[in-house]
């Protein structure tokens, strides 16, 4: 997709899934955005960013700019209206140039070209593993988000080739940006490994899960 460069360019990113509470909602698409938005917004790259937010406050510290909808998108139901009902019209006051839906979906009247993500489509191959109404939800609004947006993010050459395979996309509308690796992901040194076996009685081969 050609983008302008010029310093106006105005990317959206809806972050209503972000979560400032331990447990499983800090986890999987969390982290996802969390990593995004700490990596954007670095000199010279011509845009400039509005992270769209629920009630909750932004969990770590940016220097992006901000849009709340007031809405209590922590709960589905609130999340799942405001990006179809309300969404659309705040891009269009904002005047954004792109929305980024990071988790499947996106507005499906935006006013600006939408790119989404898709992490894997296992509400479609698993359906068994999934409550009715999230799997008819992810199901129904990710293959209408697919077939209407104007790039596809896969994070896997896997996801991009099911999202063909299941979703119908011509594989020239994919693009496949791998996760980062957050820096504590590291083989430490050996004197510290050696201490860590040491203290549980482990041997020097062993499995950890």
Do not use: K
């Amino acid at each position: 997709m050609e983008i302008a460069t010029e310093e106006s360019f105005h990317v959206a990113i809806n972050a209503h899934l972000l979560s400032g509470r331990a447990g499983y909602r800090s986890a999987g698409v969390h982290q996802y955005i969390y990593h995004l938005l700490r990596h954007l917004g670095g000199e010279g790259d011509g845009l400039r960013y509005t992270v769209m937010l629920g009630e909750g406050a932004l969990p770590l510290d940016v220097a992006l700019a901000t849009l709340r909808s007031g809405w209590p998108t922590g709960r589905a139901a609130a999340r799942v209206a405001w990006e179809q009902a309300a969404q659309p019209g705040a891009l269009r006051r904002i005047g954004a140039d792109l929305v980024h839906g990071p988790v499947f979906v996106g507005p499906l009247l935006s006013p600006c070209p939408v790119v989404v993500t898709i992490h894997d489509l296992s509400f479609i191959r698993f359906p068994h593993l999934f409550r009715p109404a999230n799997r008819l939800y992810l199901t129904a609004l990710t293959r209408l988000s697919a077939r209407r947006t104007r790039r596809l993010i896969a994070v896997s050459e896997h996801a991009a080739a099911e999202s063909v395979r299941l979703l119908g996309i011509s594989r020239e509308r994919i693009d496949v940006v791998y996760h980062g690796v957050d820096p504590a992901f590291r083989p430490l040194p050996a004197d510290e490994v050696a201490a860590f076996r040491q203290r549980w009685g482990l041997p020097e081969r062993f499995l950890l899960f």
